[in-house]
């Protein structure tokens, strides 16, 4: 084959394959330095804060919430329990539980209606007149707002809570999704149109993954939003769930245990999060802007 | 199959006008042109003389105001594979790796998965890219890009390229590199193709026929055969002499208006 006269091209590969190598070797040892250096630098705005924590109880500048220390010590109680044996030691599992499963629920509830609103909003314009204003208008309302409806509608319980999870992860799904699909760059529809990709399979083949990348990003704060909502959720009278705990643990006047309830949403929906970008990843490797 | 007589592509007075904020843009007007199978055509002209839009037409992608545009005797209707496009910004699928990319038009059009392998590995070593065929678009160069641009168009087997200004984005070594290889495939494997550019040189360095367009409204000022031999010599008298009567037709239109 006569044909292939890219010189100039494999000198690329070259460099684009063999830079990186030769970086892992020089850099084994300084790798580690500098992960040392982030993680360092990543603990000392937490690190400066449990010390203030530490000396604003300790000082006594307030006598409701209990010291780093204790806090700690009612922490392994809560999780493990042996320490204390009130009501709630060794019952973290069981509350986190309780709020995975709503999460997670009302998320994939959010994302099935908020994907298929979504992708017709964005490909038919019936669908986009009907219901583009009413979305709309409903968006600002604040999900904390529907609370009474939803107790009103749903009754107090798990199914309010779930509710709110779904209304909070809608949106964001929802408006990404509509974006996502609007804003396909219309040359690559001709480039399929042209290739003898046409109608449904163009929606397939071309704006599904057009979109993913934004659709993607909605997923994302959905999620998180998810979370967010889901300690309002749990407010309204359900026995389990960590909004539960930090709902008893301000009625009881016990600090410690609204704190707990706080550190172990913030540690969940943080690795919820790491999850999610982690399947972004894989799925958008060949998105510039993803992989970084 | 077909008659060798009968053109591949024959434009018959087209004239399409768009409108623009409730006014009527002439973009082309009464444009005639007739291509042979096999033949390697440049359309040049300043930007508004409407080249893009009778290449969009041929595409499929626009339909002529009045007039009409065929191939083998029957009308454009849309796009379709016999006719394939290169963009000037590649248009690639970017989350399909260079492989999938040139199999794209092969697999939409319902080929066997082994045809479409075999298909897409020969046109992937035509362009040289067989050490890149599993990466992904943003992570080749823009020659690169238009590499697998031009192979995805070969492998669907159309008859027709259509090319819009492919090499304007690249920069002078990729460019005249991939002048050279347009023209290795095009005499392996007797493609119609129809180029559009701006560029003087580039247009005489490819064409058997350069139809030079005007704008205002657009249209055919000229088309004229060029019997040059190949490889052709960017430094030669000849060339030299064609480049001085192509730029005074293409600045024309500049003297009629001041007249």
Redo the contacts between chains.
């Keep these: 084959?006569?044909?292939?006269?890219?010189l100039?091209?494999?000198m690329?590969?070259v460099d684009?394959t063999a830079i990186p190598a030769l970086k892992r070797q020089a850099q084994h040892s300084g790798e580690a330095l500098a992960r040392l250096r982030s993680t360092l630098l990543a603990l000392f705005v937490p690190g400066m804060l449990i010390g203030l924590w530490q000396v604003a109880t300790t000082q006594q500048w307030t006598r409701l919430i209990p010291t780093p220390w204790e806090t700690a010590i009612y922490m392994v109680d809560f999780v493990v329990g042996g320490i204390h044996n009130d009501a709630f030691s060794a019952t973290a599992h069981i509350h986190l539980l309780a709020s995975l499963q709503r999460v997670y629920g009302g998320f994939a509830l959010a994302a099935i209606a908020a994907l298929t609103l979504g992708l017709l909003i964005g490909r038919v314009p019936l669908a986009r007149q009907m219901l583009d204003p009413f979305l709309q208008v409903m968006r600002p309302i604040p999900v904390t707002a529907w609370l009474p409806l939803s107790m009103i509608l749903f009754g107090l319980g798990a199914r309010s809570a779930f509710a709110l999870v779904f209304l909070g992860a809608f949106y964001p799904i929802l408006l990404n999704t509509v974006l996502g699909v609007k804003s396909v760059?219309p040359?690559?529809l001709?480039?399929?149109?042209?290739?003898?990709?046409r109608g449904n399979?163009q929606f397939t083949?071309?704006v599904l993954?057009?979109a993913?990348p934004s659709i993607f990003t909605g997923l994302r704060l959905g999620l998180g939003l998810a979370w967010f909502v889901i300690v309002v959720g749990e407010m309204t009278g359900v026995p389990q769930g960590l909004g539960a705990v930090i709902m008893d643990g301000r009625t009881l006047s016990r600090t410690e245990l609204v704190i707990c309830g706080m550190i172990i949403i913030g540690i969940a929906g943080f690795i919820s999060d790491l999850i999610v970008v982690a399947i972004g990843r894989r799925l958008l490797?060949?998105?510039?802007s993803h992989n970084a | 199959m077909h008659d060798s007589s009968q053109p591949i592509v024959d434009v018959r007075s087209v004239t399409k006008t768009f409108d623009v904020a409730g006014q009527q843009i002439v973009a082309l007007k009464d444009a005639s042109l007739t291509i042979s199978k096999g033949e390697f055509i440049t359309l040049i002209g300043a930007s508004g003389c409407g080249k893009s839009t009778l290449l969009r037409i041929i595409a499929g992608f626009e339909r002529p105001t009045s007039g009409e545009a065929l191939m083998w005797g029957s009308p454009i209707e849309g796009p379709g594979p016999l006719r394939g496009m290169v963009f000037q910004d590649y248009a690639l699928f970017p989350w399909l790796t260079v492989r999938d990319n040139i199999g794209f038009g092969p697999t939409s059009q319902g080929w066997p998965k082994s045809k479409v392998r075999e298909t897409t590995d020969r046109f992937i070593e035509m362009v040289g890219l067989q050490r890149f065929a599993d990466a992904y678009p943003h992570q080749l160069s823009g020659g690169m890009r238009q590499r697998v641009a031009i192979a995805r168009v070969l492998a669907n087997e159309a008859e027709v390229v259509l090319m819009d200004e492919p090499f304007g984005a690249l920069d002078a070594m990729t460019r005249e590199r991939l002048q050279e290889e347009l023209l290795e495939i095009w005499r392996a494997t007797k493609l119609t193709v129809v180029f559009v550019t701006h560029a003087v040189d580039e247009a005489i360095l490819l064409a058997d026929r350069v139809v030079v367009m005007t704008p205002g409204p657009g249209r055919i000022e000229s088309d004229t055969s060029l019997t040059l031999s190949r490889p052709r010599d960017l430094t030669s008298p000849e060339f030299n002499e064609i480049r001085r009567a192509m730029s005074a037709r293409l600045h024309s239109h500049h003297g009629k208006r001041a007249a």
């Excluded at chain 1, 084959?1 to 890219?6: G, L």
């Design positions: 084959m006569p044909y292939c006269v890219c100039g091209g494999r690329a590969l684009m760059d040359k690559l001709e480039a399929a149109s042209m290739l003898g990709c399979a083949r071309v993954p057009a993913l490797r060949w998105s510039p």
